[in-house]
C-alpha cells in the first residue's frame, strides 16, 4: 500500500511538472510569436521609455440630443472623435504596450504638441483635421495629398476615391508613414481618407490581425527607416475587412 501510495505521489508530480515546463514553454513561444509580429515597433523604443500618441481635436460647442429639441453642451476640454479613430487608438496603444515593456505612452492634443528633436511620436489622422500630421506629410511626403471635401487621396499618379453608395461608406484607404520629423524626430502618421482609413492604417501598424499584407507592411517597417503605405479595405457597416497593401514607397520623399 505504501509502494502504490508513493507511486500515484510520483506520478502527480510528473503530470504536474510536466504541466508546468509546457505551460511556461507556451509563454515563451507565444511572447517569442508577439514580439515577432511587432518587432518593428521597436524603433519608437527610448531611453526613458516615453512616446507620445498626438490626436486630433474635433471641438464642438453642443450636439443634439435624440428625441429632444434642445442641445446638450460639450466642455471645451471634451474633444469628439469619430468611433474608428477610437478603436484605432485602441489598437495602437495596445500594441506599443505589448512590443516595448515599460513604455510610457503620453497623449497630447496636436496643437500643444511641441516636436523636442528627441521623443518619438505616433500622429493619429490626416492633414484635415490633425496639423501635426499635415506638416509631417507635406515635408516628407510630398506627392501625397487628400483633396476635401471630395475626400479622395492622391499619391504620385494614383488616385484613391473611396466607394460610396446611397450614402453608404463601402471601402476606405488609409496611409502610413514612418521616417522622421524634420528635427529628426522619428515619428509615425496613421490616417485615411476616412475615419475607417485610420483605423485600418493603426490595424496593419499595431494590431492583432494577420494576413500577408500585414506581415509584408511589418517586414519592411522592420527593416526601412523610411517607408509611405498605401492601405485598401472594405468597409461592411461599422467594421473594416482585411487589410490589403495597394502600394508602398521605399523614398516617399523623393516623389
Same mark, same amino acid.
Given at each position: 500500500?505504501?509502494?502504490?501510495?508513493?507511486?500515484?505521489?510520483?506520478?502527480? $508530480?510528473?503530470?504536474?511538472?510536466?504541466?508546468?515546463?509546457?505551460? =511556461?514553454?507556451?509563454?515563451? %513561444?507565444?511572447?517569442?510569436?508577439?514580439?515577432?509580429?511587432?518587432?518593428?515597433?521597436? /524603433?519608437?523604443?527610448?531611453?526613458?521609455? =516615453?512616446?507620445?500618441?498626438?490626436? @486630433?481635436?474635433?471641438?464642438?460647442?453642443?450636439?443634439?440630443?435624440? /428625441?429632444?429639441?434642445?442641445? *446638450?453642451?460639450?466642455?471645451? +476640454?471634451?474633444?469628439?472623435?469619430?468611433?474608428?479613430?477610437?478603436?484605432?487608438?485602441?489598437?495602437?496603444?495596445?500594441? =506599443?504596450?505589448? *512590443?516595448?515593456?515599460?513604455? !510610457?505612452?503620453?497623449?497630447?492634443? /496636436?496643437? !500643444?504638441?511641441?516636436?523636442?528633436?528627441?521623443?518619438?511620436?505616433?500622429?493619429?489622422?490626416? @492633414?484635415?483635421?490633425?496639423?501635426?500630421?499635415?506638416?509631417?506629410? +507635406?515635408?516628407?511626403?510630398?506627392?501625397?495629398? =487628400?483633396?476635401?471635401?471630395?475626400?479622395?487621396?492622391?499619391?504620385?499618379?494614383?488616385?484613391?476615391?473611396?466607394?460610396?453608395?446611397?450614402?453608404?461608406?463601402?471601402?476606405?484607404?488609409?496611409?502610413?508613414?514612418?521616417?522622421?520629423?524634420?528635427?529628426?524626430?522619428? $515619428?509615425?502618421?496613421?490616417?485615411?481618407?476616412?475615419?475607417?482609413?485610420?483605423?485600418?492604417?493603426?490595424?496593419?501598424?499595431?494590431?492583432?490581425?494577420?494576413?500577408?499584407?500585414?506581415?509584408?507592411?511589418?517586414?519592411?517597417?522592420?527593416?526601412?527607416?523610411?517607408?509611405?503605405?498605401?492601405?485598401?479595405?472594405?468597409?461592411?457597416? %461599422?467594421?473594416?475587412?482585411?487589410?490589403?497593401?495597394?502600394?508602398?514607397?521605399?523614398?516617399?520623399?523623393?516623389?
Amino acid at each position: 500500500m505504501p509502494e502504490q501510495t508513493s507511486s500515484i505521489v510520483r506520478d502527480i $508530480c510528473i503530470a504536474l511538472i510536466t504541466a508546468g515546463i509546457t505551460g =511556461i514553454f507556451s509563454q515563451v %513561444y507565444f511572447r517569442l510569436l508577439k514580439w515577432r509580429q511587432l518587432r518593428h515597433l521597436g /524603433h519608437l523604443r527610448t531611453k526613458d521609455g =516615453i512616446i507620445k500618441i498626438v490626436i @486630433p481635436t474635433i471641438l464642438k460647442a453642443s450636439f443634439p440630443k435624440d /428625441h429632444f429639441s434642445e442641445n *446638450a453642451i460639450i466642455p471645451d +476640454n471634451i474633444p469628439l472623435m469619430p468611433m474608428p479613430e477610437g478603436r484605432a487608438l485602441a489598437n495602437l496603444v495596445s500594441g =506599443i504596450s505589448d *512590443a516595448i515593456r515599460g513604455v !510610457d505612452i503620453k497623449f497630447v492634443t /496636436h496643437n !500643444d504638441f511641441v516636436d523636442d528633436g528627441v521623443t518619438p511620436f505616433v500622429s493619429i489622422g490626416g @492633414p484635415s483635421v490633425n496639423e501635426v500630421s499635415r506638416e509631417i506629410l +507635406n515635408q516628407m511626403v510630398p506627392g501625397f495629398r =487628400i483633396q476635401y471635401p471630395d475626400h479622395i487621396g492622391y499619391f504620385g499618379s494614383r488616385k484613391m476615391s473611396p466607394r460610396v453608395e446611397k450614402g453608404i461608406l463601402l471601402e476606405d484607404f488609409g496611409f502610413l508613414f514612418q521616417g522622421k520629423s524634420r528635427l529628426g524626430t522619428r $515619428c509615425i502618421v496613421v490616417c485615411g481618407v476616412w475615419a475607417t482609413g485610420t483605423e485600418l492604417a493603426c490595424v496593419t501598424y499595431a494590431g492583432s490581425v494577420q494576413n500577408d499584407s500585414v506581415s509584408k507592411v511589418r517586414r519592411l517597417l522592420f527593416r526601412q527607416s523610411e517607408l509611405f503605405v498605401v492601405l485598401k479595405a472594405t468597409v461592411q457597416n %461599422y467594421q473594416i475587412g482585411e487589410p490589403k497593401l495597394d502600394a508602398y514607397s521605399e523614398n516617399p520623399s523623393r516623389l
